[in-house]
T-cell receptor, first 110, second 114 residues
Framework: QKEVEQNSGPLSVPEGAIASLNCTYS??????FFWYRQYSGKSPELIMS????GDKEDGRFTAQLNKASQYVSLLIRDSQPSDSATYLC??????????FGSGTQLTVLP | NAGVTQTPKFRILKIGQSMTLQCTQD?????MYWYRQDPGMGLKLIYY???????DKGEVPNGYNVSRSTTEDFPLRLELAAPSQTSVYFC?????????????FGDGTRLSIL
């Protein structure tokens, strides 16, 4: 069974700083990894996907994947108060079902 | 398009009651999923379906049943509600078109068992 672990947080950073969110996974055969953002009371929203070792950048977001270490991270540069949310790491299975970590709650302080 | 629609949005049940959470998608997606999310936790997969007439258990199926008679609908049934089933339930769908497009989530059903 796939397991996904996240640093539980909560994490607080000042506005304009870099927020770093980390995730490890147990299944060495996993190929596809996702970061979802979830505002309180809302459904998850996909913000990044990554499939190859290395970095993938999209605006202020950078996802990093290291398959040898079974490690995925998300960096948020120039953090804004609107980035305050819970961030969920997820791994996809053979039937496209998602296994989620428990999430890291991020607060960006003005 | 409406996307994935879940009803009801909120519900309070008494222990031992039964109910059906409805999920409908209008995107002609083959794959549909039910997740639950307990407070402060990630989502856990309850059941999923890869097409009409085909369902399979996820990580936490006990206490639930599903059916998939049409492509559009994937209802989740609670037969004997228990306090441990108090949670937020999310339905999601995905199209098997070979892409890596994300799952489409509904807005959730918030269920309390008292």
């Amino acid at each position: 069974q796939k397991e996904v672990e996240q640093n539980s947080g909560p994490l607080s950073v000042p506005e304009g700083a870099i927020a770093s969110l980390n995730c490890t996974y147990s299944d060495r055969g996993s190929q596809s990894f996702f970061w979802y953002r979830q505002y309180s009371g809302k459904s998850p929203e996909l913000i990044m996907s990554i499939y190859s070792n290395g970095d993938k950048e999209d605006g202020r977001f950078t996802a990093q994947l290291n398959k040898a270490s079974q490690y995925v991270s998300l960096l948020i540069r120039d953090s804004q108060p609107s980035d305050s949310a819970t961030y969920l790491c997820a791994v996809i299975g053979s039937a496209r079902q998602l296994t989620f970590g428990s999430g890291t709650q991020l607060t960006v302080l003005p | 398009n409406a996307g994935v629609t879940q009803t009801p949005k909120f519900r309070i049940l008494k222990i031992g009651q039964s109910m059906t959470l409805q999920c409908t998608q209008d995107m002609n997606h083959n794959y549909m999923y039910w997740y639950r999310q307990d407070p402060g936790m990630g989502l856990k997969l309850i059941y999923y379906s890869v097409g009409a007439g085909i369902t399979d258990k996820g990580e936490v199926p006990n206490g639930y049943n599903v059916s998939r008679s049409t492509t559009e609908d994937f209802p989740l049934r609670l037969e004997l509600a228990a306090p441990s089933q108090t949670s937020v339930y999310f339905c999601a769908s995905w199209n098997r078109d070979g892409s890596n497009q994300p799952q489409h989530f509904g807005d959730g059903t918030r269920l309390s068992i008292l």
